[in-house]
């Protein structure tokens, strides 16, 4: 199976700052990645698709790039709602995987 | 527009099989292009994907869990089920059914569900 790592674990930022989120995959995959935000309690949301589409409705604040097994998930402007944590997931393979998570909490 | 909405018990006992209902709204299980995946989450932990079935029947399982999961669907009734036999404390997670939308190839999950909160105790 293709396994899914991303960096960091966690991290603490203010409203405002620009974060940047690493996913990378044990092997290529293309494009074929998504990115996934998750609040407590709530089910996962899906923010980007095929490495660097945005879903319809997400905030333009939000974007993804990368292609073959680095990937990143960038907010270019931290705001009040986007503290979640986030999962990206590979769909190269049809044995999906999801990352571990990157948690992004108020610093 | 479309909902996903899991159901099933909340507490099972260990080595019991748990059967997890999907019923959907707003798409047809039908539909070229579509899918419904069961992705689960330990409290505290991340997501894993267990199974997913497509509109022409086509199943896949997650390669640790293969041998105990089977997933099904019921297109007349909007339903997917998935079942887990010999289940653990382990297995105790908020199970999620979500849809997969094909678009152009890349595959992806656009909806989710609520999740249903399953303790595996005895």
């Known amino acids: 199976d293709i396994q899914m790592t991303q960096s960091p674990s966690s991290l603490s930022a203010s409203v405002g700052d620009r974060v940047t989120i690493t996913c990378r995959a044990s092997q290529s995959i293309s494009s074929y990645l998504n990115w996934y935000q998750q609040k407590p309690g709530k089910a996962p949301k899906l923010l980007i698709y095929?490495?660097?589409s945005l879903q319809s409705g997400v905030p333009s604040r939000f974007s993804g790039s990368g292609s073959g097994t680095d990937f990143t998930l960038t907010i270019s402007s931290l705001q009040p709602e986007d503290f979640a944590t986030y999962y990206c997931q590979q769909s190269y393979s049809t044995f999906f995987t999801f990352g571990p998570g990157t948690k992004v909490d108020i610093k | 527009q479309v909902t996903l909405k899991e159901s099933g018990p909340v507490l099972v006992k260990p080595t019991e099989t748990l059967t997890l209902t999907c019923t959907v709204s707003g798409f047809s299980l039908s539909n070229a292009r579509m899918g419904v995946s069961w992705i689960r989450q330990p409290p505290g932990k991340a997501l894993e994907w267990l199974a997913h079935?497509?509109?022409?029947?086509?199943?896949s399982y997650s390669t640790s869990l293969k041998s105990r999961l089977t997933i099904s669907k019921d297109t007349s009734k909007s339903q997917v089920v998935l079942t887990m036999t010999n289940m653990d404390p382990v297995d105790t997670a908020t199970y999620y059914c979500?849809?997969?939308?094909?678009?152009?190839?890349?595959?992806?999950?656009?909806?989710w569900g609520q999740g249903t909160l399953v303790t595996v105790s005895s």
């Open positions: 095929a490495a660097s």
């Open positions: 079935i497509f509109s022409n029947d086509e199943k």
């Open positions: 979500a849809r997969i939308v094909d678009s152009s190839s890349f595959l992806y999950f656009d909806y």
